[in-house]
């Protein structure tokens, strides 16, 4: 397969554990992206930045209550430092406070030649890093993790896996579960019979504008059973209209 030469997407994160990260980078898909040059990581230890002799990166937070906050001197140490001043690319803070995932921001973030992340620890970081460093906030749901670090590699995983070339399969993204809107069809492989559980006959068939209608209307099917409420937005034909009516009437055969 041949590659079109183009400069990696480069992400800088800042953590107070880099070495969390380096099993998952160094395996999976993502470690192909970084060999052939799709993404390239670099990781940055907040606490290189602490200047005190014991590199505190944490205190105490003012009025009492709550637990340790991230000082805002490091951070800000570290992001200038490596990043420069202005910042060359958004700066975003996985916090469970910001705007919440998904694939539409995942294909918004992937179209930057550069991403900075900051994993945020303990209960929070000092609110003049929000107020006066970063430039967005990202959430992964709606659930508190114990730090950004899996957030981040989330984000990273979702955005790289969009980058041409990241997967071996040219239009492998295309079809995804929410990236046109709607939930994927389902897939099968050989055997065409397992313990006497069959594949759909239209995927054996070969005809493939039937398989490509099973596809979407599958999808379509998934989609009002399991996320109805992503129908709303999700991109529709009038072909995909009318299956969708007759769905509603309970006029078509869900069965497959
Ligand atoms: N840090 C802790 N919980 C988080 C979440 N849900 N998303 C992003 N960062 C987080």
Redesign the pocket.
């Known amino acids: 397969m041949k590659w079109l030469l183009v400069n990696a997407m480069r992400f800088d994160v800042f953590t107070l554990l880099p070495e969390v990260f380096s099993p998952y980078l160094d395996s999976s898909i993502l470690q192909r992206a970084r060999q052939r040059g799709i993404i390239e990581v670099f990781l940055h230890n907040i606490r290189d930045w602490a200047t005190d002799r014991h590199h505190v990166t944490d205190d105490y937070s003012f009025g009492g209550g709550g637990g340790m906050v991230m000082k805002p001197e490091p951070i800000f140490a570290a992001v200038e430092s490596v990043l420069g001043v202005p910042l060359p690319c958004p700066l975003i803070l ?3 406070q ?1 705007r919440v ?1 998904n694939q539409r921001v995942a294909q918004e973030l992937s179209a930057f030649p550069r991403l900075a992340l900051i ?2 620890r303990y209960e929070g970081v000092d609110e003049r890093v929000r107020q006066h460093l970063v430039t967005d906030e ?11 670090e ?3 590699m989330i984000v990273m995983d979702a955005v790289a896996r969009l980058l041409p070339g990241a997967l071996n399969d040219p239009e492998g993204a295309a079809d995804d579960s929410h990236a046109s809107g709607l939930l994927e069809y389902p897939h099968y492989t050989r055997p065409a019979v397992f313990r006497q559980w069959e594949v759909p006959e239209v995927l054996l068939s070969g005809n493939h504008a039937q398989i490509n209608r099973w596809r979407r209307e599958q999808s379509l099917l998934r989609t009002y059973q399991r996320r109805p409420d992503l129908l709303a937005s999700a991109d529709l034909s009038e072909e995909d209209r009318a299956f969708l009516e007759k769905l509603i009437k309970g006029q078509t055969d869900t069965q497959g």
């Open positions: 996985l916090t469970p910001g995932f994993c945020g990202i959430s992964i749901g709606d659930y508190v993790l114990t730090g950004g899996l957030p981040a």
